[in-house]
């Protein structure tokens, strides 16, 4: 059962991770294509560096599996991670009750880590750092970015609900999107980056101020 208590959503990933690839019937269902190869030719399977992942391949059903180790665009960057949180979106992934979602899918936007490789055309960052990032990624260029509408964008996707997302060791992000935080912060706190972003515009939209008193 997932929990949406604080505590659970932050310790999902690393407890999941820990586990080794489970099998049912000698298999993993319809996840075991992307993970049998492990067994299968081994010699062959570790020239390719593998990442477990939970893998979603329908309403209520998941597998642990190995998937190639994302390898960053241009402008892109690929983050170890080492928290992932899971919301109300998630949940409802999970339950099989959102749109916009083709499985098998990755799940997982709200997550911290560190840089482990950058594309050709990012400057700025560099392996190590510690970061987050927006999982919107949006065009900049519609109409609805042009009002800076971006949810809205006319060529909008996200990590964890269109693309491969942070319940997974490893996950690619375009670096325009990524948000380089202090050392002296931690992968947990990186995590709650996107949700603290999400009461801030809420804060914003409301005028929130000073001692107003509002009625949730």
């Known amino acids: ?16 991770m820990d586990r080794p690839l489970a099998r049912r019937g000698g298999g993993l269902g319809r996840g075991a294509g992307r993970a049998q190869d ?7 399977a570790w020239r390719v560096q593998r990442m477990r992942a939970i893998e979603r391949v329908g309403p209520g059903e998941h597998h642990l599996v190995g998937l190639p180790d994302p390898t960053p ?18 949940l409802r992934i999970i339950q099989g009750d959102y749109g916009h979602i083709s499985f098998p899918l990755v799940i997982g936007h709200e997550f911290g880590g560190h840089v482990s490789a950058v594309g050709e055309r990012v400057t700025g960052f560099a392996p190590g750092a510690l970061v987050s990032a927006d999982p919107n990624t949006y065009c900049g260029e519609c109409e609805w970015c042009r009002r800076r509408a971006y949810n809205l964008c006319e060529h909008w996707t996200a990590v964890g609900i269109t693309r491969a997302g942070a319940l997974a060791e490893k996950v690619a992000v375009s670096a325009r999107l990524a948000v380089r935080l202090p050392d002296s912060l931690d992968a947990e706190t990186a ?15 409301g ?8 009625l949730v």
């Open 38 to 44: 492990l067994g299968q030719d081994r010699g062959r």
């Open 73 to 90: 665009g241009p402008d892109e960057i690929v983050i170890d991670v080492e928290s992932s949180g899971v919301c109300g979106t998630d």
């Open 191 to 205: 995590a709650l980056v996107e949700p603290l972003s999400c009461v801030l515009h809420a804060m914003e939209r």
């Open 207 to 214: 005028q929130v101020e000073g001692d107003r008193t509002l």
């Open 1 to 16: 059962r997932l929990d949406s208590g604080s505590s659970n959503r932050k310790a999902l990933a690393s407890r999941t």
